[in-house]
């Protein structure tokens, strides 16, 4: 009788538990998306779709501290635009430009470092001070004209990434561009003082510099927007204007201060995600090759959809983001080539999808599982 109580009580708190529900619907995505990849290898490459495919893919993160510290200095970033495409999905916006604030963030934090050489905090909050500005214009777009901040964002990605690219090529006598390497100059020996400290973490990841501390500001910061939108007045005003706006400002909610903060606060939250991954020296700004858009803030919208949006998701859906692209760029090039690992990605993504239909499905078992236990016991269970 007990332990027919406690089944019965285990499953409706699962079936009722929205956590749980996300995370399984998440899991269910990934295998799916798992075994399509498999299918995908198999039609290039029959032979070699599970040992040399799969497998390398899966292997490749954990094969050596610097395929390991790769993941990390990769994912620091991309939980940062994750964390800004799901706070504005929460609120009810759909931030695409996500890309133009990465864009407008890296320069913030490139031109404090290499110009004025700041310590790498302040050229952070730069960084997130230029994209929070960025994205408050599609904010105030929408609050007050009724734009829909898609277009609006998707018109400033590219305004953003050229005006950079001009502001920092300067018809090649910018003192941020280096005509010898056609990049930006070198952090590591123009402004050491500016680079993200290791704190013994590239020693612990096979030497890889690249490895920071960065990492650790991106999970802080997620767990501040899990606390803000979750447990403070100001996150439920925002996630109210995202389920009715009309409801929320009937309530007295002003609607129009609050999709500004909120395009604001995901433009900050982009900013930052490329003063992380351009401090830490994973990679340096190339104006001239510089022609698309950083596919990392597109890729933020992948993290987003896989984690439901949850903050606290949005780490290890970044994370396992990461090591699929870290483990594609080690696969053979004899028999596939690095992009497959993306359409294994896309494929997750596109999965998610129908994350809510595999949420619903889930329910329904679990509370086909607490009915059954009640007819089992007459009802009394």
């Not at 285990?10 to 998306?33: D, H, M, N």
């Not at 994209?131 to 018109?155: C, Q």
């Not at 606060?265 to 001239?288: D, F, H, K, M, R």
Request: one cysteine or more; charged letters at 10%; glycine letters at 10%.
């Amino acid at each position: 009788m007990e332990s027919n109580k406690e089944k019965k009580s285990l499953t409706a708190r699962l079936a009722s538990s929205e956590a749980f529900l996300s995370v399984a619907a998440s899991l269910i995505c990934i295998l799916i998306g798992l075994a399509l990849g498999v299918v995908v290898l198999a039609i290039i490459n029959p032979a070699h779709a599970f040992k040399d495919g799969l497998l390398v893919i899966l292997q490749s993160g954990l094969k050596s501290p610097r395929n390991m510290g790769t993941v990390l200095a990769n994912a620091a970033p991309l939980i940062m635009t994750g964390l800004s495409v799901g706070f504005a999905f929460k609120t009810g916006l759909f931030n695409i430009g996500a890309a133009g604030q990465y864009t407008v963030g890296a320069f913030g934090a490139l031109y404090c470092a290499l110009v004025l050489h700041l310590p790498w905090y302040l050229c952070l909050l730069v960084a997130m001070i230029f994209g929070a500005l960025w994205g408050a214009i599609p904010g105030i777009f929408k609050a007050y004209l009724n734009i829909n901040e898609v277009i609006t964002a998707i018109m400033f990605n590219w305004i953003g990434l050229y005006m950079v690219n001009d502001i920092m090529y300067g018809k090649g006598k910018s003192p941020m561009y280096d005509l010898a390497t056609t990049k930006t100059y070198s952090l590591r020996k123009a402004a050491p003082e500016s680079m993200i400290p290791s704190c013994g973490m590239s020693d612990m990841f096979g030497k890889l510099q690249s490895v920071t501390i960065a990492i650790f500001i991106a999970v802080f910061l997620a767990l501040v927007v899990y606390i803000v939108l979750n447990k403070t007045t100001f996150g439920y005003e925002l996630r109210a204007c995202g389920f009715n706006k009309n409801a929320a400002q009937y309530a007295g909610i002003n609607d129009k201060r609050n999709i500004i903060l909120s395009m604001t606060i995901a433009g900050a939250l982009a900013g930052v995600g490329a003063g992380l991954y351009y401090l830490s020296t994973v990679a340096e700004w190339n104006p001239q090759v510089s022609t698309a858009l950083p596919a990392i803030g597109f890729n933020g919208i992948s993290a987003a959809l896989l984690a439901c949006s949850n903050p606290i998701g949005t780490i290890f859906s970044s994370l396992f983001i990461s090591y699929i692209t870290v483990g594609g760029t080690k696969l053979s090039t004899q028999y596939y080539t690095k992009e497959i690992a993306d359409v294994i990605t896309a494929l997750i993504i596109y999965l998610c999808a129908f994350s809510l239909l595999f949420k619903n499905k889930i329910r329904a078992v679990l509370a086909g599982k607490t009915r059954n236990i009640n007819v089992g016991k007459g009802g009394d269970a």
